[in-house]
C-alpha cells in the first residue's frame, strides 16, 4: 500500500473516532495534498481492500476492524500526556496504600474515571507470596471468620459455618496449629496432598477442624489463581453502540476475561471483537499492559471500549498507569529492604 493510502486511512480512522459519524473526501483534503476525485478513488480501493466501508450508497467510509488493527499497529501516532495530565492521574491515587491490591484497585479506578470505558485488572502478585497471618475469629453460633494475609499486603477472609462450636482449647490449638505449619508458605505451594498431611496431623481435632484447613486451602487456590477486577461496567451499559446483554454476557464471564489478561503477552496488546470467539461484545477492542515487580509480571490492567475509542490518547493512559503500579509496588519493597 503506498503512502498515500495510509495518511488517508489514518485520517479516515482519526476523523471517525472525533465525530462517528461517516467520514468523506471532502474532509480528507484537509490531511491530503489530492483532489476530491483523487481521495474517493483512493477510498474506493481501500474499501475494495477490506480497510474501510460504506454504511449507505450516498455516505463516507468508516473503518473496518481491519482499518484499525492497520491504524494501531502502523499508522497511529501516540499523543504524549501533559504534565496536567499526569497530574491528574495522579491525584486519583492515595496518599498512602495500605496493600498492592489497593494500589492496583486505584489504577483501575482511575483509568475507568478518565476514558469513560470498562476498566480490568489482574493482580498475578498474591501468588508469589506467602501466608504472613492466618487468624480464625468467632461471630456467632458455630460461625467463624477465617482471615489471610499474605507478604505482598493482600487480605482474604471467608465466613465459615461450622457443625460444632469451638472451644478455646480447640482455637487455641488451631491457631499455635497455623502458626507452626502455615505461616510463612508460599500460597501456591499449599496442595491437595499437603492439605490432606495438614487434616491427619490434627489427630484428635480433625473432625473439628479440618473444614477450616480445607477453607484456608480454598482461599490459597484463589488467591494463587489471580483475581479479575471490573470497574466502569455502568460506562458501557451506557453506551448507546452497545447491546446490554452482550455486556451481561460477558461480565459474567469473568474466566474468560483473566485469560486475555494473563495472555502473557509482552507490552501493550490489543486485540478486537473479531479476533476471539470469546469476546462477546462485538465491535469492541480490548486494550491490556502488564506491570512488573521485582522485574517479573506481576498482574495486568486491561481497558475495554468500542473500536471507536481515542486510541492516541487512551494507550497513553494505560501505559502511564501500569508504569504507576510498578512503581509504587516496587517502592514497597525497596522500603521493606532498608
Do not use: W
Not at 474532509?27 to 481492500?49: C, F, G, H
Not at 470505558?117 to 456467632?140: D, H, Q
Not at 472451644?167 to 505449619?181: A, G, K, R, V
Amino acid at each position: 500500500m503506498d503512502g498515500r493510502k495510509l495518511k488517508i486511512l489514518s485520517a479516515v480512522v482519526d476523523e471517525y473516532i472525533l465525530t462517528g459519524e461517516p467520514v468523506g473526501s471532502k474532509v480528507i483534503m484537509k490531511y491530503v495534498s489530492a483532489s476530491s476525485a483523487t481521495i474517493r478513488n483512493e477510498m474506493a480501493e481501500l474499501e475494495k481492500q477490506g480497510y474501510l466501508e460504506q454504511p449507505h450508497t450516498s455516505a463516507g467510509r468508516v473503518p473496518t476492524y481491519k482499518g484499525y488493527r492497520l491504524y494501531v499497529d502502523s499508522l497511529m501516532e501516540k499523543n504524549p500526556l501533559s504534565l496536567e495530565e499526569t497530574a491528574a492521574l495522579d491525584s486519583m491515587f492515595p496518599e498512602e496504600f495500605s496493600s498492592e491490591d489497593e494500589i492496583v484497585e486505584s489504577a483501575t479506578a482511575a483509568l475507568a474515571e478518565i476514558t469513560k470505558c470498562a476498566a480490568v485488572a489482574s493482580n498475578s502478585a498474591p501468588k508469589f507470596s506467602v501466608i504472613s497471618k492466618l487468624e480464625v475469629i468467632p461471630t456467632g453460633k458455630r460461625m467463624y471468620v477465617l482471615l489471610m494475609i499474605t507478604s505482598n499486603g493482600s487480605i482474604k477472609n471467608k465466613i465459615c459455618r461450622l457443625q460444632f462450636d469451638l472451644t478455646e482449647e480447640q482455637l487455641e490449638f488451631l491457631s499455635e496449629f497455623m502458626e507452626t505449619n502455615l505461616e510463612g508458605m508460599a500460597v501456591s505451594d499449599l496442595s491437595e496432598e499437603m492439605v490432606k498431611k495438614l487434616t491427619e496431623a490434627l489427630g484428635t481435632y480433625m473432625m473439628t477442624l479440618s473444614p477450616l484447613i480445607a477453607e484456608i486451602y480454598n482461599m490459597s487456590k484463589e488467591m494463587s489463581g489471580g483475581e479479575v477486577k471490573v470497574t466502569g461496567e455502568t460506562n458501557l451499559i451506557a453506551r448507546s453502540e452497545y447491546s446490554q446483554n452482550e455486556i451481561i454476557t460477558f461480565l459474567d464471564k469473568k474466566k474468560d476475561i483473566a485469560k486475555f489478561l494473563d495472555g502473557s503477552f509482552e507490552g501493550l496488546h490489543v486485540m478486537f471483537s473479531p479476533e476471539s470467539d470469546s469476546f462477546v461484545i462485538s465491535n469492541s477492542s480490548f486494550i491490556t499492559s502488564p506491570f512488573s515487580k521485582k522485574g517479573k509480571q506481576a498482574g495486568t490492567l486491561g481497558l475495554i471500549g468500542p473500536m471507536r475509542i481515542d486510541y492516541r490518547k487512551f494507550i497513553p493512559y494505560l501505559e502511564y498507569l501500569t508504569g504507576k503500579i510498578t512503581e509504587l509496588i516496587s517502592g514497597d519493597d525497596e522500603e521493606e529492604n532498608t
